[in-house]
């Protein structure tokens, strides 16, 4: 017991002081993109060409965070002439085609919704459904629960069942094998529910965008009210879209 107690003392208080100050990110972390439209054509072809993703049109130069994978390989071509991340993790919208971007976001405080604010700012329960993922989009939700980030101390939980369930929160490609699953997931929770998008293969299907397996984009089946992009998101940016769409 005194051992318990002194190590507590020692170790102190653990807990990030997010949303009040924002933790510094990895130096490596690549967060929301800066575009340099002027930059050089042949430059922003190569970038275009070598992108997996597709995630850059050419025309308009803006890269749709919601197919990017944030590898980096736009950033390392163009030694950050034409593309830049930022260290930037505040990249949830409310809407999908505010992922299109040279760099600028809304607000999504703006675009959150004031009923979802009143039914659940105080009291979040979410049912998570990994449909398909490769597991980094759900432990990165996973880890929300520890002690630095201390979801639960926002009112904010992920529980077992459905039924218990204000919303889903769905990570993976949705591959055919489980959609039936997400789809009787989502039946199962009561009305009025929320529906949130989590990671690249979410959002357009990722990595494994034209496989004929996947769905490109849950808001293809289902009604989405918030997308967070990454590959996998950093669990600051799952922690800024559910405290600025909810709270
Ligand atoms: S970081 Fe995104 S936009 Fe750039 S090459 Fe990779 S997937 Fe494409
Ligand atoms: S978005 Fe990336 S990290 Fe998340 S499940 Fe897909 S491949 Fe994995």
């Given amino acids: 017991m005194f051992t318990t107690l002194k190590n507590r003392y020692e170790q102190g208080y653990k807990t ?3 949303p009040q100050e924002k933790p510094a990110v990895f130096a490596r972390y690549r967060g929301r993109p800066i575009v340099q439209t002027d930059a050089d054509p042949d430059i922003i072809k190569a970038c275009v060409t070598a992108c997996p993703q597709n995630a850059i049109d050419i025309h308009t130069k803006k890269i749709d965070m919601g197919r990017c994978v944030f590898c980096g390989t736009c950033e390392q071509i163009s030694q950050g002439k034409f593309v830049r991340f ?16 040279h760099g600028d976001l809304p607000s999504l405080a703006e675009h959150s919704k004031q009923h979802f604010k009143r039914l659940f700012g105080r009291s979040l329960q979410l049912r998570q459904v990994s449909a398909g993922g490769c597991n980094a989009c759900e432990a990165d939700l996973n880890v929300l629960a520890t002690p630095f980030f201390d979801l639960a101390r926002f009112g904010i939980n992920f529980v077992a069942s459905p039924r218990h369930s204000d919303g889903i929160v769905v990570t993976g490609p949705v591959s055919k094998n489980m959609r039936t699953a997400l789809l009787k997931t989502y039946e199962a929770i009561p009305e009025p529910k929320v529906v949130i998008a989590v990671g690249s293969c979410t959002l357009s299907g990722g990595p494994f965008v034209g496989s004929p397996e996947v769905t490109e984009g849950l808001d293809t089946i289902l009604p989405v009210d918030l997308f967070i992009p990454g590959c996998p998101p950093h669990p600051l940016t799952n922690l800024h879209g559910l405290l600025t769409f909810f709270k």
């Fill in 16 to 18: 990030c002081n997010y």
């Fill in 86 to 101: 930022t260290g930037d993790f505040e990249i949830a919208t409310a809407q999908k085609d505010h992922l299109i971007t």
